[in-house]
C-alpha cells in the first residue's frame, strides 16, 4: 500500500530526474568552482572571518568574483580580506560589519549596498554554543543559524531573497485556501477545499 498524491504532483515526480554532480562532502569550494568564470559577479559571504566562509570566499574571488566578507568582527574580516587577496591576487575583496542577529545590523548592511548583486552565501552559523539570547530574546544558536532578523520580525533564513535593490520576485496567482466547516471537519484529500455555505 503506498501513499496518496495527486495526479499532478505524481506526474511531476515521473518527470525529474536525479541531480547528479561529481562533488562530495570531500569537495574543495575551489574544485566546485575550478573552470568557472565569475568575472564581473559581485558575492556576499556571511560569517567569512574563521572557517569555511573564508574557503568559500577565497575560491569565489579565485574565481574572479569581487567578494564582500560580511562580519561580525571586522578586525578578524579584514585579515581575512588581506590573506584572500595575497593568495587570490584580488585587491577588491572588501569587508563589511553584519551581525546575522540584530535587526538594525541587517538594515544598515544593507542600506549600504550599491549595485547588483549576484551571489549571497548564508554562511554565518554557531553551533555547541551555551544557551544565550540575543537582545530581542531569541535563542542565539537558532537566531544566528536559520533566522534573517530583518524588519520587527524575524523570517526564515534559508531561501530569503537578498535583499540588495533587486526588483521583488513575481508573485504567483493566489490559490484557493482549504477553510475549515463549522462542525471542524476538513478535507480528508489533499487540495479538495469544503466550505460550509
Avoid: Y
Avoid at 524588519?151 to 521583488?168: I, Q, S, V
Amino acid at each position: 500500500m503506498g501513499i496518496w498524491l495527486p495526479v499532478t504532483v505524481r506526474r511531476t515526480l515521473a518527470a525529474m530526474s536525479l541531480i547528479t554532480t561529481p562533488f562530495g562532502f570531500r569537495s574543495t569550494a575551489a574544485e566546485v568552482v575550478a573552470g568557472i568564470d565569475l568575472t564581473g559577479r559581485r558575492a556576499i559571504v556571511t560569517g567569512a572571518s574563521s572557517g569555511i566562509g573564508v574557503e568559500t570566499a577565497r575560491a569565489l574571488a579565485d574565481a574572479g568574483a569581487q567578494v564582500t566578507l560580511a562580519v561580525r568582527n571586522t578586525d578578524a574580516g579584514a585579515r581575512t580580506a588581506a590573506e584572500i587577496a595575497a593568495t587570490t591576487g584580488r585587491a577588491d575583496v572588501a569587508v563589511a560589519a553584519l551581525e546575522v542577529t540584530d535587526p538594525a545590523s541587517v538594515a544598515a548592511f544593507a542600506s549600504t549596498w550599491e549595485g547588483p548583486l549576484d551571489i549571497l552565501v548564508n554562511n554565518a552559523g554557531v553551533m555547541m554554543t551555551p544557551e544565550q539570547r540575543t537582545p530581542h530574546g531569541w535563542e542565539l544558536q537558532f537566531a544566528t543559524n536559520h533566522l534573517v532578523a530583518g524588519g520587527d520580525e524575524p523570517r526564515a533564513r534559508h531561501g530569503a531573497r537578498a535583499r540588495a535593490k533587486c526588483p521583488p520576485p513575481e508573485r504567483p496567482p493566489a490559490r484557493p485556501r482549504c477553510e475549515t466547516r463549522r462542525d471542524g471537519n476538513r478535507s480528508a484529500r489533499p487540495g479538495v477545499c469544503l466550505t460550509d455555505a
